[in-house]
């Protein structure tokens, strides 16, 4: 079954304590992306990737890091949590013809405290 | 800079067809797409624009004016599953392939 995985799905940490949040996608995609969803905000792209080794910034990139070292992964970090980071987050993927579509993940529900 | 404007909350009745409108200023454009999201779900794809016109998938349709900076999606013979959200979204290549998403319009479909 083609799918996007995340884990964990929830998550409840406190602030500065470094966590990871991971997504693989078994549908040889290209192109990943991590989203934040708050309410009233909608998602905002924070990384994405066109291919391995290749990432770039979306629109509120502070405080995440990402890699994408094999192809079907694209782990999020948060090296120092802080409590404006709660939010929920989403992994998706594509591949690079069109129409683009991408395949979101379950989301992950962090709560930073 | 990059901004999508959508209704927050539209209400529409079973049976009946709704518009959704999406307004955009992007840098770069890659196309418009749709998606659906459901509560405590994640979304779902439903529609991708990069050309001016109407593309009919089923009982949804998406529209798109490039140079009006315009879409919207058309949702016929509503029934009680499509309410849900209904988020638009542009892409952006300016060296790179950024994705802006709308705050979503949550639809209510009544009986």
């Known amino acids: 079954e083609a799918q996007v995985t995340q884990n964990p799905r929830y998550l409840i940490t406190v602030t500065g304590k470094k966590l990871t949040v991971t997504c693989s996608q078994n549908?040889?995609?290209?192109?990943m992306s991590w989203y934040r969803q708050d309410p009233g905000l909608g998602l905002r792209q924070i990384y994405y990737?066109?291919?391995?080794?290749?990432?770039d910034k979306g629109d509120v990139p502070e405080g995440y890091k990402v890699s994408r070292k094999e192809k079907r992964n694209f782990p999020l970090i948060l090296e120092s949590p802080s409590p404006n980071q709660t939010s929920l987050y989403f992994c998706?993927?594509?591949?690079?013809?069109?129409?683009?579509?991408?395949?979101f993940g379950p989301g992950t529900r962090l709560t930073v405290t | 800079g990059q901004n999508i404007d959508q209704p927050t909350e539209m209400t529409a009745t079973e049976g009946a067809i709704v518009q959704i409108n999406c307004t955009y200023q992007?840098?770069?454009?890659?196309?418009l797409f749709w998606y659906q999201q459901h509560a405590g779900e994640a979304p779902t794809f439903l529609s991708y624009?990069?050309?001016?016109g109407l593309e009919e998938k089923g009982r949804f349709s998406s529209f798109l004016s490039r140079s009006k900076g315009y879409s919207y999606l058309l949702l016929k013979e509503l029934q009680m599953k499509d309410s849900a959200s209904y988020l638009c979204?542009?892409?952006?290549?300016?060296?790179?392939?950024?994705?802006?998403f709308g705050a979503g319009t949550r639809l209510f479909v009544k009986a």
């Open positions: 992007t840098s770069g454009f890659n196309g």
């Open positions: 990737s066109m291919n391995v080794e290749v990432t």
């Open positions: 979204a542009v892409s952006g290549y300016t060296g790179g392939f950024k994705t802006i």
């Open positions: 624009n990069v050309l001016d």
């Open positions: 998706a993927s594509s591949s690079m013809e069109v129409p683009y579509e991408q395949y």
């Open positions: 549908m040889n995609h290209e192109y």
